[in-house]
């Protein structure tokens, strides 16, 4: 069940109690401090209205120039902590991210992309900086309102109904402003995030746009996206402007009244005027902190709006790992199928009716059919990247135990269409920095996949940076790096998709004549429209519409 923003950001600051409540112990300190200062300086008012130079008026004087040191000292403190703070929330969020948008479920990722959803990592930055204000400027405002007041009521009665008419001003301002605020504020970011999302595409197809016409279509389409942007900003700014505009009312309202009120009762002797500029200091102090909790109610929108959008990728549901995992023995892996179907989530019909289907043990398979006839999807199934909607899916006869993803998929080698290099050397492309693996092994998969020659050629040899997508790389070499990869530890099965369309022909058919050698033990089940893998595979299975047609 998903949480209410403000919700969330309470569970958020749960995890560091310790921290924030030390945060409001030092602002409590500083409070007191604060307001003791207006008491000092009553005090040495009274004795130079005495006349009387003494070590009394001295001492007073050290005495409120040390409390202001001393509110300077605490506020270091919180700083200090508030940055921990900070720190805490930043490594958080990262291994939430790097945890999570491997393991989203494929019905959740639907209709999603996943860069995107990426994107909102930054929002981590707006709760860094805003938790850090909000703790410190709010603690603090909320404390030296409340004993401001407090102070005040000994002044005079009058000052206890002052505080009654702050307080109700703070309670309407959230009473009726919150949920306007935090509702701009989300729509708000909902474009703003449009607006990102669109300057990415523009630059992941950036070939696409320079054609004069295409690159006016962008602009064009930028435009339409900031215009609505700035549309929600302004509705979200005028709810802070009715909001600061209460705020400049107010203040001049009590201002006025306290000065014309605080005179009249020194002119009537209730007051002396010691007490009345103590009482003017507390005054402009509990004016001021009113003024920075309405200031900061933008920085506490734009904390619950990110904490939301980061929210919204926590709950996307992962896939789950068996807490006890099944020691199936894969020296001879055979899957089956059962009655597998498979649906969209928005879809009316099922891509796969019925799939009936046993891969025994180094069986080559080529899986053929029309385009839109289910290939892909059965591939996403069998590799174990989609759950099926009905059916069942088993290893090696074992209907009764879940198959535990992390051990099935530790025994397939993979590649599916859309797969490139990520940013990293090749080594990290091809290993991942497994330190299991040897020397003779990577060798052997790296020159097994013709790739040897253009690694030697190289400054950096497995070493070179890649960058992103694999864009420094020709397109055969970005596959022959994906195909080292998926039989590096040397699978049981593998699934491919693909897996050699970008090569000449030449060296596309001494690699199928690799993977296909029957002295390979892997089984392999391809899918590509080189019709070169029909004739090396020993089994060919027949997709028509979502059911096997020839098997």
């Known amino acids: 069940m998903s949480l209410a923003p403000l919700q969330r950001y309470v569970q958020l600051l749960k995890l560091d109690k310790k921290d924030i409540s030390q945060i409001f112990f030092y602002a409590i300190f500083a409070g007191i401090v604060s307001l003791s200062l207006p008491l000092g300086i009553q005090a040495i008012i009274n004795l130079i209205q005495s006349g009387q130079v003494s070590a009394s008026w001295i001492i007073l004087v050290f005495g409120v120039v040390f409390g202001v040191a001393l509110v300077g000292i605490l506020s270091l403190m919180q700083l200090r902590i508030t940055e921990n703070l900070q720190q805490k929330l930043f490594v958080r969020s990262s291994f939430e991210f790097a945890y999570r948008l491997p393991k989203i479920k494929f019905e959740s990722l639907y209709n999603q992309y996943p860069p995107e959803l990426a994107n909102r990592f930054f929002d981590t930055i707006s709760i860094q900086k805003g938790t850090s204000k909000l703790l410190i400027d709010f603690s603090s405002a909320l404390l030296q309102i409340i004993f401001g007041i407090i102070l005040l009521s000994f002044y005079h009665p009058f000052f206890i109904l002052f505080g009654m008419l702050l307080l109700l001003l703070l309670y309407s301002i959230f009473r009726f402003s919150f949920r306007s605020g935090l509702s701009s504020s989300m729509k708000e970011s909902k474009y703003k995030y449009k607006v990102a999302s669109w300057l990415q595409e523009m630059a992941r197809n950036n070939f696409s746009f320079r054609k004069n016409d295409h690159f006016k279509f962008a602009l064009n389409k930028n435009d339409i996206l900031v215009s609505e942007y700035l549309n929600l900003r302004e509705k979200h700014f005028s709810v802070i402007k009715r909001q600061f505009i209460q ?247 593998l699934f491919y998709e693909e897996p050699v369309d970008k090569m000449d022909e030449i060296t596309a058919r001494e690699i199928i004549d690799f993977i296909t050698d029957p002295k390979h033990k892997w089984a392999v089940v391809v899918s590509s429209k080189n019709d070169y893998w029909s004739k090396k595979c020993s089994r060919k299975i027949i997709l028509t519409e979502g059911t096997i047609s020839e098997a």
């Open 247 to 493: 705020l400049i009312v107010f203040k001049v309202i009590i201002t006025a009244t306290l000065l014309f009120i605080g005179g009249f009762l020194v002119l009537k002797q209730q007051m002396n005027i010691g007490q009345f500029v103590a009482a003017e200091i507390i005054i402009l102090l509990v004016i001021n902190s009113v003024e920075k909790i309405i200031t900061g109610l933008e920085t506490l929108y734009d904390v619950l709006t990110s904490v939301e959008k980061i929210g919204q990728i926590v709950d996307l549901e992962i896939e789950k790992t068996s807490e006890t995992p099944s020691q199936l023995c894969f020296n001879d892996m055979v899957i089956e199928t059962d009655d597998l179907c498979f649906k969209f989530p928005d879809a009316t019909q099922r891509v796969l009716q019925n799939i009936n289907l046993k891969i025994e043990s180094s069986q080559k398979i080529y899986l053929a059919g029309k385009n839109g006839s289910g290939k892909s999807t059965l591939l996403r199934i069998l590799s174990g990247f989609i759950a099926p909607t009905s059916g069942t899916f088993f290893i090696n006869d074992d209907t009764y135990r879940k198959i535990d993803l992390v051990q099935y998929r530790s025994q397939i080698g993979t590649i599916m269409q859309g797969e490139t290099p990520f940013e990293g050397t090749i080594l990290e492309n091809i290993t991942f920095n497994n330190p299991m693996i040897a020397q003779e092994d990577l060798k052997w998969a790296i020159e097994s996949v013709k790739l040897g020659a253009f690694i030697k050629s190289l400054p950096n040899g497995l070493a070179t940076k890649i960058y992103p997508e694999g864009k420094q790389l020709s397109s055969s070499n970005a596959q022959k790096i994906l195909l080292a990869r998926s039989i590096i530890n040397k699978p049981k099965i």
